[in-house]
């Protein structure tokens, strides 16, 4: 028998395109009670028509910014599923980056999410059967030259998301990570990696919805992780 999940509600960070959009996509179609958050106006808008959804609530934070997650996990109640997926690809040679660009960068892919993860965890673990997910990056686990920052980030929260499962193992709350490698997304374009799209094999790029897919199998299953 198909769960009843009308009175289900997931927060989804970076909503507004590739993966997230694609996860708010899959969710609507199950029915969820969704909350949507993105930084950007016009592709919040956009993303916003696209999704067409009535069941949907939406926000615009920057989630780089400590003061936005307070905001934001006061403003929208317990989640039943929370799918941190807010993030960009920065690149840069070791040295380039400024101290703020590497600070806002780390709070976003990484001391963000544990901020918004813990800000809600208590009530999740109250409610019970809650399910975490963090989108990290196949970055965690290999090495990502002139991209360091942006990999000791994704590695970082996979850590902490490995971790996270471990402790609330007996708690009916599960947390998986998932570490994606090549998706084809805007992501690439706006951090200005085009020359990826040719560089790398097409065998070696997936779909978001493959992303979302197979990141919701492995969630509904308990798994911590998932590549």
């Known amino acids: 028998m198909k769960p009843d999940i009308s009175n289900k509600t997931a927060l989804i960070t970076g909503f507004s395109s590739g993966i997230g959009l694609a996860y ?3 969710l609507a179609s199950q029915g969820w009670n969704l909350e949507l958050v993105s930084q950007d106006k016009s592709r919040s808008d956009r993303a916003k028509d696209e999704l067409n ?4 609530n939406f926000y615009l934070s920057d ?9 934001l996990s006061k403003d929208i109640p317990t989640p039943d599923l929370l799918v941190a997926n807010a993030g960009i690809t920065k690149s840069g040679k070791a040295g380039s980056l400024t ?22 965890l208590p009530k999740m673990i109250e409610k019970q059967n809650s399910r975490i997910v ?8 290999t090495p990502m030259p ?8 994704k590695s970082a929260i996979n850590s902490y998301g490995q971790s996270l499962s471990k402790e609330l193992d007996r708690k009916s709350v599960s947390v998986t990570v998932s ?15 085009e020359h990826l799209n040719e560089k790398v094999p097409s ?3 997936i779909e978001a919805d493959k992303v979302v897919q197979e990141t919701e199998t492995a969630s509904i299953k308990g798994k911590s992780q998932v590549i």
């Open 146 to 153: 002139k991209s360091s920052i942006y990999a000791a980030a």
């Open 63 to 71: 989630l780089s910014q400590p003061e936005s997650i307070k905001i």
């Open 203 to 205: 065998w070696m790029w």
């Open 24 to 26: 708010s996509k899959y």
């Open 99 to 120: 101290f703020q660009e590497k600070m806002d960068l780390f709070y976003l892919l990484c001391n963000g999410v544990i901020d918004l993860i813990e800000a809600y």
């Open 179 to 193: 570490l994606p490698g090549y998706v084809r997304t805007s992501a690439h374009k706006r951090a200005g990696l």
């Open 53 to 56: 959804y009535s069941k949907a």
């Open 134 to 141: 963090i989108i990290s990056s196949i970055g965690a686990i």
